[in-house]
Nanobody, 119 residues
């Protein structure tokens, strides 16, 4: 059974930074395409960023809303996925989750980590 545990959220002022972590057990994050998602009350969960590899070459994709501000990375030794968030805006306020980010299959969702950006 794969388990995902997100952490690193908090309260930050607009323009600030946070680094989120997603520790995985039961599956190597470097062997699959992993991503970050976020959800606000009353809205569907939305995709934010993904990291994968094709033919041994790493790649990353970002939603337009976070491009240039967020950076996703993976540490195979720690089996952890990170999301560095810079230039945070109040509209980035959400619960952030990590999970598979290719195809329709998803691991069981973790509890997420709350990010709150004050103006």
């Amino acid at each position: 059974q794969v388990q995902l545990v997100e952490s690193g959220g908090g309260l930050v002022q607009a323009g600030g930074s946070l680094r989120l972590s997603c520790a995985a057990s039961g599956r190597a994050v470097s062997s699959v395409t992993m991503g970050w998602y976020r959800q606000t009350p009353g809205k569907q969960r939305e995709w934010v960023a993904r990291a994968g590899s094709i033919g041994g070459t790493e790649y990353t994709n970002y939603a337009d809303s976070v491009k240039g501000r967020f950076t996703i990375s993976r540490d195979s030794a720690k089996n952890t996925v990170y999301l560095q968030m810079d230039g945070l805006k109040p509209e980035d306020t959400a619960i952030y989750y990590c999970n598979l980010a290719a195809g329709s299959l998803r691991f069981p969702w973790g509890q997420g980590t709350q990010v709150t950006v004050s103006s």
